[in-house]
C-alpha cells in the first residue's frame, strides 16, 4: 500500500508570506505527527493528533503556527507570515497504533526555504 | 528532559566492516528506543525497535541493544556494504505516549 506522502517535496517562499504544507498518512492510520528538522538539528517535535483532535501541541515553536487534520486523514501545517529561521525540513509521520508498541512511518518531508 | 547524544557525528569504513554507532540517553525513564535510517531527501526508515522490557533486538546484519539502567543503546552493522550509507538516528520515547526524542544522528559512509 501507499506510504506517508506530503506537498509540496520543496517549497522557496519570501519573509513574511503564509504556507500551507499538506501530510497524506497511510490509509487507516489514526496517529499523525508533525516534525521539524533544521540543518544539524536533531528532528523537533511539533503536534501530534490522534484522529482529528490534537491533544499534544507543545511543540509548536510559536503562534505562526498552526495545524488542522479534517476526516482523520489529511493533515495541513500552516506557517503565517514565515520568517528565515522557520527554514527546515517538515516531516510528517503515522502510526496506527501507540507509539509504546509500534513504530511512526515517516514521509519525504517538504524543504522549506523562506528567502 | 529527555537528551539523545549519537557518537560519532560522522563514520567513514571501508566495506566489509563490522562496526557499532551509539546512542546515549539522560532518562532512563523510556518507553522503548528506536533506530532509523535517513538517506538524503527522504524520510525515515524504522530499523529496529526495542522494548524497554527487551536487552536487544536483530534483524538480518543489524542488531541493537539497549541498557536502560545507564542510558545506552548500540547499533552493530556487520559486513557494511555501500548501501549501509546512510544517517542513523537513534529515537527516544519517554515524554509519554506519543513524544519522541530524537538524536542528531550518525553519518555513515561505506566505501566499496
Known amino acids: 500500500g501507499a506510504g506517508v506522502s506530503q506537498s509540496p517535496s520543496n517549497k522557496v517562499t519570501e519573509k513574511g508570506k503564509d504556507v500551507e504544507l499538506r501530510c497524506d498518512p497511510i490509509?487507516?492510520?489514526?496517529?499523525l505527527y508533525w516534525y521539524r528538522q533544521s540543518l544539524g538539528q536533531g528532528l523537533e517535535f511539533l503536534i501530534y493528533?490522534?484522529?482529528?483532535?490534537?491533544?499534544?501541541k507543545s511543540g509548536l515553536p510559536s503562534d505562526r503556527f498552526s495545524a488542522e487534520r479534517t476526516g482523520g486523514s489529511v493533515s495541513t501545517l500552516t506557517i503565517q507570515r514565515t520568517q528565515q529561521e522557520d527554514s527546515a525540513v517538515y516531516l510528517c509521520?503515522?502510526?496506527?497504533?501507540?507509539?509504546?508498541?509500534?513504530?511512526?512511518?515517516f514521509g519525504p518531508g517538504t524543504r522549506l526555504t523562506v528567502l | 528532559k529527555q537528551e539523545v547524544t549519537q557518537i560519532p557525528a560522522a563514520l567513514s569504513v571501508p566495506e566489509g566492516e563490522n562496526l557499532v554507532l551509539n546512542c546515549s540517553f539522560t532518562?532512563?525513564?523510556?518507553?522503548?528506543l528506536q533506530w532509523f535510517r535517513q538517506d538524503p531527501g527522504k524520510g525515515l526508515t524504522s530499523l529496529l525497535l526495542?522494548?524497554?522490557?527487551?536487552r536487544e533486538q536483530t534483524s538480518g546484519r543489524l542488531n541493537a541493544s539497549l541498557d536502560k539502567s545507564s542510558g545506552r543503546s548500540t547499533l552493530y552493522i556487520a559486513a557494511s556494504q555501500p548501501g549501509d550509507s546512510a544517517t542513523y538516528l537513534c529515537?527516544?520515547?519517554?515524554?509519554?505516549?506519543?513524544?519522541?526524542?530524537f538524536g542528531i544522528g550518525t553519518k555513515l559512509q561505506v566505501i566499496p
Open positions: 509521520a503515522s502510526s496506527a497504533q501507540p507509539l509504546v508498541t509500534d513504530t511512526q512511518y
Open positions: 490509509s487507516g492510520h489514526t496517529a
Open positions: 493528533f490522534q484522529g482529528n483532535s490534537a491533544p499534544d
Open positions: 532518562d532512563s525513564a523510556i518507553y522503548n
Open positions: 526495542i522494548q524497554s522490557s527487551q
Open positions: 529515537a527516544v520515547n519517554s515524554g509519554g505516549y506519543q513524544k519522541v526524542t
